[in-house]
């Protein structure tokens, strides 16, 4: 059996593209555990069955007014679209509808793990990280700062770090450095501060 026979090769396009797109999009909006390569297969086809299923009616429309034939590149746009375009529209709705209260009561946030919802918010924060051997360390996360996401291990780059007095207050930037880089094994608690202004006392 040759794969790449035309009807062979327009199903696998219609049947897994749509949905491959749908799953990359939703990996790179909300960091999860990666999945087994043929379990991907499987939820790929069945992301493009329920984007045609949306699509059904604007597709029924198409086929039987035989757009096909009398405007070829209005057609082919339409179905461009719909392989490309609407899988990522579908995301897009339903990580917003799964963000909301209403989905909140009733199932799971999206986001598995609270390192990756408050780093995926972008805000800025003084922090105090409290280290497994009882050190502390504080900094600045801002624009220039990094934390890692879901599947790669927890990682956090301060953009800048500050010395801490004996109650923990923030005294000065420490000279000389390029911010750390701290491992999420190596850590037991984070304190987040809002960025009210350059230092904190609390």
């Not at 009807?7 to 990996?27: R, S, W």
């Not at 010395?163 to 850590?187: H, Y």
């Amino acid at each position: 059996m040759n794969i790449w026979e035309l009807d062979k090769l327009i199903l696998f396009i219609a049947f897994v593209i749509p949905g491959f797109i749908a799953l990359k999009t939703y990996a790179l909006l909300i960091p999860g555990s990666p999945k087994d390569t043929s379990k991907q297969i499987i939820d790929a086809v069945a992301y493009s069955c329920i984007n045609y299923a949306f699509l059904i009616g604007p597709i029924t429309f198409i086929e039987n007014a035989d757009i096909r034939h009398s405007s070829p590149s209005l057609y082919m746009l339409f179905y461009v679209v719909a392989l490309l375009i609407t899988p990522v529209v579908l995301v897009l709705i339903w990580k917003y509808l799964r963000t909301k209260q209403f989905f909140q009561d009733h199932a799971t946030h999206p986001i598995e793990k609270p390192w990756d919802y408050v780093f995926g918010q972008r805000e800025s924060y003084w922090m105090r990280i409290t280290l497994k051997n009882g050190e502390r360390i504080g900094g600045l996360y801002s624009d220039k700062s990094f934390a890692s996401s879901a599947p790669a291990e927890d990682q956090i780059y301060l953009e800048e770090t500050w010395v801490l007095n004996s109650d923990g207050s923030f005294e000065r930037p420490k000279n000389q450095t390029a911010g750390v880089i701290v491992l999420g094994s190596e850590i037991s608690y984070i304190e987040l501060m809002k960025l009210y202004g350059e230092t904190t006392d609390e």
